[in-house]
């Protein structure tokens, strides 16, 4: 069981907190760059228990500002995106993607307007993502992921707010046994699901049959990884400090490949990005990426035509299909990719926020005992003033893999 001043240590976001102080220490992925229109409306945000506002100006550059405008605080989701800035309708005040205030209505026409600054942060814009550089001081080198090189048709993102604390869906993917229950069903019904299970491991009571698993851990510069094998695979994930895990998808050297990554909005709610990419060449029609998204008619919430998940409704769960046997979960998408997502969100969002000191672990649950285990190191380590974890470490070849192979099944 984990102690409760760990627990709050890995779950308090807020300005403060060492998790706060350790997440700034990265770029971090704020906005999805189709939601930021040239000469349009600033699109408000929240990140780490803070407000922004990000907007493209008219020459087309994306910016991102604290919300509050440095005059008298009145929101900058209110201002007119004007050529050359923002300008607040409070007192018209405006500035630049860089926060240079060009104009100040309030002060007389000899003043040095250069001398005023709006709190505007470094931004990087690449394969439809806007990150943004939310520490102090300058801004460090981006540092380089898997897809982070690759044309843009290459990529595919796609964001929503899950109800949940930030932690909890990288516990999930570190929790890979999960998949073999909650997504057995899902995985057995999919195109290419004969691939994941053997047909010769165990099976429960009703009727379940699932391959279990031996895990593997190990510290990494930039967080860990940890690898699982089961009766017909191997799969080796990667979690790269603070909040990007790359798992698996299917195998094959030109398959897609993804990740998620875990952004703070508050203690509570969490921005949620699903990133899928392959470094051979553009995403294919037939390939993960496409089947699970090309159809998701709002990207910015690839959840939301599939109707509201609350636990009023069971996070949208069909009783009668799992009575009739066509839903292990009851959960069922438009795609794999939807029906997968959706059972994790009904998992993780019905946990609530805390309860990590109430749980009895299991050995399947090694890398997720590992991996909280190492996130606490690191974020004590930055507080005792080591630099962020793997942040200048270029990370252009650390992604998940997917091996078949012919192994035992591992005795439990």
């Known amino acids: 069981m984990m102690r409760e001043e760990d627990e709050r240590l890995l779950i308090e976001t807020g300005p403060g907190t060492p998790l706060n ?21 600033p699109h408000r945000f929240t990140v780490l228990g803070a407000s922004y506002v990000g907007f493209r100006g008219l020459d087309g550059r994306a910016g991102v500002m604290d919300e509050a405008c440095p005059h008298r605080g009145a929101s900058l989701a209110l201002a007119r995106n004007e050529p050359g800035g923002l300008r ?4 018209g005040w405006k500035m630049d993607v860089e926060g240079r205030v060009r104009e100040a209505p309030t002060h007389p026409e000899e003043f040095h307007v250069a001398s005023l600054r709006a709190c505007a942060h470094p931004v990087r814009e690449g394969q439809g993502i806007v990150w943004a550089w939310l520490g102090g001081g300058p801004a460090p080198a981006f540092r380089p992921l898997a897809f982070t090189d690759l044309p843009d048709d290459h990529v ?5 707010v899950a109800h949940c604390g930030w932690l909890q869906p990288l516990e999930t993917l570190w929790d890979i046994f999960h998949a073999q229950i909650l997504h057995n069903q899902t995985n057995r019904n999919s195109r290419r699901g004969s691939v994941y299970f053997s047909g010769r491991g165990r099976t429960l009571d009703n009727g379940v049959n699932y391959d279990y698993p031996q895990t593997l851990v190990e510290a990494t510069p930039y967080g860990f990884v940890h690898s699982n094998v089961d009766a017909i695979k191997r799969t080796h994930f990667r979690f790269i400090a603070p909040f990007i895990q790359h798992h698996t998808l299917e195998p094959g050297a030109t398959a897609d490949k993804g990740l998620q990554i875990s952004v703070p909005i508050d203690d509570e709610h969490t921005l949620l990005w699903m990133v899928f990419y392959n470094r051979t060449g553009p995403l294919a029609p037939d390939g993960f990426a496409m089947r699970g998204l090309a159809g998701v008619p709002d990207l910015n919430d690839f959840m939301a035509h599939l109707g509201p998940r609350t636990a009023d ?3 949208g769960q069909n009783r009668r299909a799992m009575e009739r046997g066509e839903s292990l979960s009851g959960i069922v998408g438009d795609t794999m990719l939807t029906s997968i997502f959706g059972e994790d969100l009904m998992a993780i969002e019905s ?23 190492r996130l606490l190191e690191m974020i004590r380590e930055h507080e005792a003033g080591a630099p962020p974890a793997g942040r200048d470490l270029d990370l252009t070849n650390v992604e998940a893999v997917y091996e078949l192979q012919a192994v035992e099944a591992v005795p439990g």
Not at 88 to 91: F, G, T, V
Not at 358 to 370: G, K, M, S, Y
Request: hydrophobic share 45%; with cysteine; charged share 20%.
């Open 21 to 41: 102080r350790f997440m700034r220490g990265y770029w971090i992925p704020v906005l999805r760059s189709v939601q930021l229109v040239a000469g349009g409306a």
């Open 88 to 91: 607040c309708i409070y007192h």
């Open 313 to 315: 409704n069971r996070w």
């Open 351 to 373: 946990q609530g926020i805390r309860g990590r000191t109430r749980e009895q672990l299991a050995v399947t649950d090694r890398a997720l005992a590992f991996g909280r285990r």
């Open 156 to 160: 595919m993102a796609a964001t929503l």
